[in-house]
Nanobody
Framework: EVQLVESGGGVVQPGASLKLSCAASGFTFSSAAMSWVRQAPGKGLEWVSNINSGGDITYYADSVKGRFTISRDNAKNTLYLQLNSLKPEDTAMYYC?????RGQGTQVTVSS
């Protein structure tokens, strides 16, 4: 059974940083491309970033490029998302995703 468990969200002020984690199990993590997506209140799912299985190829949505960094530790079966220079418009539930599967999410709220 695929399990994805996100953590690391919180309430922060604009300009702050957070690091999200996603603990994965139930599949061969080191062979799987992974993604982060987010959903702001009242809006649909928005793709944020992708990373390939080896961790050396990454892609970002224009809205987060230069501020967010996706990474992974295949030895720990863990996916990360470093969020820097956070803006109020980054407020959303953040999910890690593998194929059709995603976790329960971790809430990021950016507010002064």
């Amino acid at each position: 059974e695929v399990q994805l468990v996100e953590s690391g969200g919180g309430v922060v002020q604009p300009g702050a940083s957070l690091k999200l984690s996603c603990a994965a199990s139930g599949f061969t993590f080191s062979s799987a491309a992974m993604s982060w997506v987010r959903q702001a209140p009242g809006k649909g799912l928005e793709w944020v970033s992708n990373i390939n299985s080896g961790g050396d190829i990454t892609y970002y949505a224009d809205s987060v490029k230069g501020r967010f960094t996706i990474s992974r530790d295949n030895a720990k079966n863990t996916l990360y998302l470093q969020l820097n220079s956070l803006k109020p418009e980054d407020t959303a539930m953040y999910y890690c995703k593998q194929g059709p599967y995603r976790g329960q999410g971790t809430q990021v709220t950016v507010s002064s």
